[in-house]
């Protein structure tokens, strides 16, 4: 309660400005805890061990085994590779052509609201700064109709509570650009996966009717 009670205190002395920080860290850790579970359990899978497993059924020239293999996850890998391996009759440009375009719908899933993140750690940091700014100017008129022999002890304490809105937007932006940096790492990681495989699958495919043929 000390901790909860000496916060909230820090808060109100930083005036309005701390109070638009604070929202927009609670904006950011919303989008990040959405990002994270989206990237984490939905989008993500175990690339080569599902891409193994893939090759299995290839192999076994059991290309519908193959499918269900990927309609039973939700993960984007598989929705891509699902897609290629329906046309695993057709031509290589059908091939790589279904799996561009759904690789396509993919990625914008994958990266959406990411960018949220950044601008919400610039928007931390410049208000941070104009509540600092707008405290010493407050604590400023203070001091020209203050007391002469108070003035020093009026501008210190007023500098001091200015600060704190730098002190918060500070560490908004820090914590905001620590979560961003993680999260664009899964997102990249899906990414990257995304494209290593199909090639892979595409090759693996083409060999197959090569040797069927």
């Known amino acids: 309660m000390t901790f909860v009670q000496d916060f909230m205190r820090f808060i109100t002395e930083g005036g309005v400005f ?13 989008v990040a805890l959405e990002r994270f579970k989206k990237l984490s359990y939905t989008y993500d899978v175990d690339g ?26 939700n993960a984007a890998l598989p929705k891509v590779l699902k897609s290629g391996l329906k046309r695993a009759n057709q031509t290589p440009e059908q091939v790589q052509n279904a799996i561009d375009a ?11 609201r990411l960018s949220y993140l950044q601008l919400a750690a610039n928007l931390s940091t410049l ?14 008129s203070a001091v020209s109709a203050a007391d002469p022999t108070q003035k020093a002890e009026i ?59």
């Open 102 to 112: 759904t690789a396509l719908e993919m990625i914008p899933k994958i990266e959406m």
């Open 127 to 140: 208000f941070g700064l104009l509540g600092t700014i707008q405290g010493l100017i407050a604590s400023f």
């Open 155 to 213: 501008l210190a304490k007023g500098i001091a509570v200015a600060m704190n809105t730098t002190a918060f937007g500070l560490f908004s932006a820090i914590t905001i650009m620590m979560i961003h940096a993680f999260l664009m790492a899964k997102s990249e990681k899906i990414v990257n996966e995304i494209d290593e495989f199909s090639v892979k699958l595409q090759d693996l495919l083409g060999t197959k009717k090569a040797i069927d043929d």
């Open 18 to 30: 701390m109070f638009i920080i604070l929202a927009v860290w609670a904006f950011a850790v919303a």
């Open 48 to 73: 080569p061990s599902f891409m193994n497993e893939l090759q299995r059924y290839i192999l076994s020239n059991d290309i519908q085994g193959a499918i269900r293999v990927c309609s039973g996850s």
